[in-house]
């Protein structure tokens, strides 16, 4: 029969302290939840009106002028790429967009009232490019380039507008996302934007030509280039997207090499015509397209004119091109038996279209000696060519490419790592070796 | 989402710069390599022979089923008779541009019935053709093909098709049979009479008797693996394969059983391809039920 012993005067004491401790506590986490709610809602609604009363698409049919401009707008925005399935009708939407949050489906973009943009007015229209806010209020993820997209200008987006409402209506419902919790919340993205996003617009520089002004705005605007060539931080934002500075694509594992360097992807050394080439035949002297830029040019600039191409080049040829920051030393020479075995596969394998001596077949296989990608210093891309083959896109200029065979079957991942190796370290080339785990890692697609 | 595969010639800026390589530098290289290389050209030399051989041969089976009398009977669906417009004409150059199909469906697209994937040499160019629109449209699926066709444009793969199919060499005698005598007995019952109360039609009865398929879309059933066999057959059963609609063999592969499945490809897989194995210029009789495809290719159109 023990009674309860009685408590000592210090633990009275404490426990009379605590409770007001912890509700002060409170309070003040109370108080900021509350200010960075209110931070959060208030850069989210930054510069935005909300669209008038009975807001809706007007009756009359689009002018059959803006209808050809918009059509030539939302090709330099590629806008097709994403609303438009494999094998589906076109801008209905439906395409998965994998990102490392989980898959975004893109929407419908034809004039059905009911699934597509059939009951959006130019104003609804506009206001989801430039601040990146559906018509029914609701904030769009960035996997649809708001943060490029906000620097399109009014008239642009008009035009964008008119075009896509002069479009075959295709009753096709968006299929709903599918994103990992809270990445699917609307207050995951309200946060996000309000750290990462805010509405933009591109004053020309004045000192500046008027080519190079309409080049950064195709390039930062429409064009979104800095969706892949500039690097994203953890939470999927892009890090300085005017400096182009190359990154590795989420989920898709290619590397976007930089614009900003000679030693990457940087045109600052090629005549413009090169640069124009590049991006209308997809093939150019000193360089093809694969990959996912080959959809770029398939789908996008290749039915630019010739004054934007020109001015895209400009633009580009302007960024600085010398040595990036923090370049590496020159990596150690790779193994002898990695270089022989790589040897061994490489006349096998790869010389009847490369050459004993990696300079290729002008006008039909790339050379790999001195080829930049080749020895960028991420061998994801050179891994993945070797696994997956591919074809520069088919194009007006380059109706016929020549393709390289997917090895993916043919040799094991031991096997790819000695031929890249080889690759990247014999004729003069030096890069860092390749390791058996970077071709797994480029095959399952799991980043670095 | 954009990332350039930029490959630039020369060691550095400067060497770029320099001129097209000298003769010197594209000149046949030396030892062993020189032995391989003038086999290649020898190679392609005898190839290129074979290319416009089977160009001629196959312009006179088109000029010959251009002229052939339509067939129909009530109720079932006629055999389209006028071949799609391919282009008999084959530019000796297309041989390396289709390099890229050769890891997996074998020199000169004649992979043999021991792997898995399915040779392409010689069938016709009309089902070769649209193979290549289905994989890169997604109504088939296999991802390195859909990555390698994904923006070839319609003219391209029409012409990689029409190279295909113009190519006209021997085939290898098949595999031993892989399965047990009943099971390849059903196969070759099920292959050459059908199941009429389940309502499968005899595969010869579109296929050709001969079952080296029909122009210009039917493919050959012999010559497979069955590895091969086995997975379309299955995919046409989830819809991982589709065709035209109506997509008669969807229908088709939906009657059959696990049992039946792999009884037909084991029975089909150990068969000799007979002749040349060339495509039947026409269908033995009607077709059982109509076939999207066929009528695609019939037209000349894409879906």
């Known amino acids: 029969m023990n009674a309860a012993p009685a408590p000592t005067p210090t633990t009275t004491t404490a426990r009379s302290r605590g409770p007001k401790r912890w509700a002060l506590a409170a309070l003040a986490v109370a108080v900021l939840l509350v200010a960075c709610a209110s931070a959060v809602a208030w850069l989210n609604r930054w510069g935005e009106a909300p669209l008038p009363?009975?807001?809706?698409?007007?009756?009359?049919?689009?002018?059959?002028?803006?209808?050809?401009?918009?059509?030539?707008?939302?090709?330099?925005?590629?806008?097709?790429?994403?609303?438009?399935?494999?094998?589906?009708?076109?801008?209905?939407?439906?395409?998965?967009?994998?990102?490392?949050?989980?898959?975004?489906?893109?929407?419908?973009?034809?004039?059905?009232?009911?699934?597509?943009?059939?009951?959006?007015?130019?104003?609804?229209?506009?206001?989801?490019?430039?601040?990146?806010?559906?018509?029914?209020?609701?904030?769009?993820?960035?996997?649809?380039?708001?943060?490029?997209?906000?620097?399109?200008?009014?008239?642009?987006?008009?035009?964008?507008?008119?075009?896509?409402?002069?479009?075959?209506?295709?009753?096709?419902?968006?299929?709903?996302?599918?994103?990992?919790?809270?990445?699917?919340?609307?207050?995951?993205?309200?946060?996000?934007?309000?750290?990462?996003?805010?509405?933009?617009?591109?004053?020309?520089?004045?000192?500046?030509?008027?080519?190079?002004?309409?080049?950064?705005?195709?390039?930062?605007?429409?064009?979104?280039?800095?969706?892949?060539?500039?690097?994203?931080?953890?939470?999927?934002?892009?890090?300085?997207?005017?400096?182009?500075?190359?990154?590795?694509?989420?989920?898709?594992?290619?590397?976007?090499?930089?614009?900003?360097?000679?030693?990457?992807?940087?045109?600052?050394?090629?005549?413009?015509?090169?640069?124009?080439?590049?991006?209308?035949?997809?093939?150019?002297?000193?360089?093809?397209?694969?990959?996912?830029?080959?959809?770029?040019?398939?789908?996008?600039?290749?039915?630019?004119?010739?004054?934007?191409?020109?001015?895209?080049?400009?633009?580009?040829?302007?960024?600085?091109?010398?040595?990036?920051?923090?370049?590496?030393?020159?990596?150690?020479?790779?193994?002898?038996?990695?270089?022989?075995?790589?040897?061994?596969?490489?006349?096998?394998?790869?010389?009847?279209?490369?050459?004993?001596?990696?300079?290729?077949?002008?006008?039909?296989?790339?050379?790999?000696?001195?080829?930049?990608?080749?020895?960028?210093?991420?061998?994801?891309?050179?891994?993945?060519?070797?696994?997956?083959?591919?074809?520069?896109?088919?194009?007006?200029?380059?109706?016929?490419?020549?393709?390289?065979?997917?090895?993916?079957?043919?040799?094991?991942?031991?096997?790819?790592?000695?031929?890249?190796?080889?690759?990247?370290?014999?004729?003069?080339?030096?890069?860092?070796?390749?390791?058996?785990?970077?071709?797994?890692?480029?095959?399952?697609?799991?980043?670095? | 989402m954009p990332a350039p595969m930029d490959s630039a010639f020369g060691p550095t800026p400067a060497a770029a710069a320099a001129p097209r390589p000298s003769r010197a530098r594209r000149q046949p290289p030396r030892g062993m390599a020189s032995h391989l290389f003038l086999c290649l050209r020898s190679r392609v030399a005898g190839r290129l022979l074979l290319v416009a051989a089977a160009a001629v041969g196959w312009a006179g089976v088109a000029m010959a089923q251009g002229q052939g009398p339509a067939q129909g009977l009530p109720g079932a669906t006629a055999v389209p008779a006028s071949p799609a417009p391919f282009s008999p004409a084959v530019d000796p150059g297309m041989a390396d541009r289709v390099i890229a199909c050769t890891a997996c469906h074998g020199r000169e697209g004649r992979a043999t019935q021991q792997g898995y994937f399915p040779r392409i040499a010689g069938k016709p160019a009309g089902y070769l053709y649209h193979q290549l629109l289905h994989f890169r449209d997604g109504r088939r699926s296999y991802p390195q093909m859909s990555y390698l066709l994904e923006h070839m444009t319609d003219g391209y793969l029409r012409e990689i098709a029409g190279y295909f199919a113009a190519l006209e060499l021997p085939y290898a005698p098949p595999p031993p049979p892989q399965a047990a005598p009943p099971a390849l007995e059903r196969g070759r019952r099920l292959v050459h009479e059908g199941d009429a109360a389940r309502g499968i039609p005899a595969c010869v009865q579109c296929h050709g008797a001969a079952m080296t398929g029909v122009q210009p879309a039917i493919p050959a059933l012999v010559g497979l693996p069955r590895d091969y066999l086995n997975s379309q057959i299955g995919a046409w059963q989830t819809g991982q394969r589709r065709s035209h609609a109506p997509d008669c063999m969807a229908r088709v592969a939906r009657q059959l059983t696990a049992e039946d499945v792999s009884a037909v490809s084991a029975w089909l897989a150990a068969q000799p391809v007979p002749g040349t194995g060339k495509p039947a210029a026409q269908a033995p009789g009607p077709l059982p039920m109509p076939c999207g495809g066929v009528e695609a290719s019939a037209r000349g159109d894409a879906p």
């Open chain 1, 53 to 448: 009363e009975g807001d809706g698409p007007p009756s009359a049919p689009p002018a059959a002028r803006s209808v050809a401009r918009g059509e030539y707008l939302a090709r330099a925005g590629n806008c097709m790429a994403c609303h438009t399935e494999a094998g589906g009708a076109p801008f209905a939407g439906g395409r998965g967009i994998e990102t490392p949050f989980g898959t975004v489906y893109s929407t419908n973009l034809t004039p059905d009232p009911d699934t597509g943009l059939g009951r959006w007015s130019a104003g609804a229209f506009w206001r989801a490019l430039h601040h990146g806010r559906s018509r029914d209020g609701r904030l769009l993820y960035p996997a649809f380039p708001y943060p490029s997209y906000t620097h399109v200008t009014r008239e642009d987006a008009d035009a964008i507008y008119d075009y896509l409402r002069s479009l075959p209506p295709v009753r096709q419902p968006a299929r709903p996302h599918a994103l990992e919790f809270p990445y699917g919340t609307q207050t995951a993205l309200a946060v996000w934007r309000a750290m990462f996003f805010r509405p933009g617009g591109l004053a020309p520089e004045a000192d500046r030509p008027a080519e190079w002004n309409r080049g950064r705005y195709l390039v930062q605007g429409l064009g979104h280039c800095a969706a892949c060539h500039a690097p994203r931080n953890a939470l999927g934002a892009t890090r300085d997207a005017a400096g182009l500075r190359g990154g590795l694509i989420p989920v898709q594992n290619w590397y976007a090499p930089a614009l900003d360097t000679v030693h990457e992807a940087g045109v600052a050394d090629w005549p413009v015509e090169e640069v124009v080439a590049l991006l209308r035949d997809g093939v150019a002297p000193r360089g093809t397209v694969t990959g996912p830029m080959a959809e770029v040019v398939f789908r996008s600039t290749q039915y630019l004119d010739d004054a934007d191409l020109r001015a895209i080049a400009a633009y580009l040829r302007a960024l600085p091109g010398g040595e990036p920051q923090g370049r590496r030393p020159t990596p150690p020479q790779p193994p002898k038996a990695a270089m022989e075995q790589g040897a061994a596969l490489y006349a096998r394998h790869c010389a009847q279209c490369h050459g004993d001596d990696g300079r290729g077949r002008p006008g039909a296989f790339p050379p790999l000696a001195g080829n930049r990608a080749v020895l960028l210093d991420t061998p994801v891309n050179v891994v993945r060519t070797i696994l997956q083959g591919g074809y520069p896109p088919v194009t007006a200029g380059h109706p016929r490419p020549h393709g390289m065979p997917p090895f993916t079957q043919v040799i094991s991942d031991d096997e790819v790592a000695a031929v890249a190796t080889y690759v990247r370290n014999a004729w003069g080339n030096r890069a860092p070796g390749v390791a058996t785990m970077d071709v797994y890692r480029a095959r399952e697609r799991r980043g670095r």
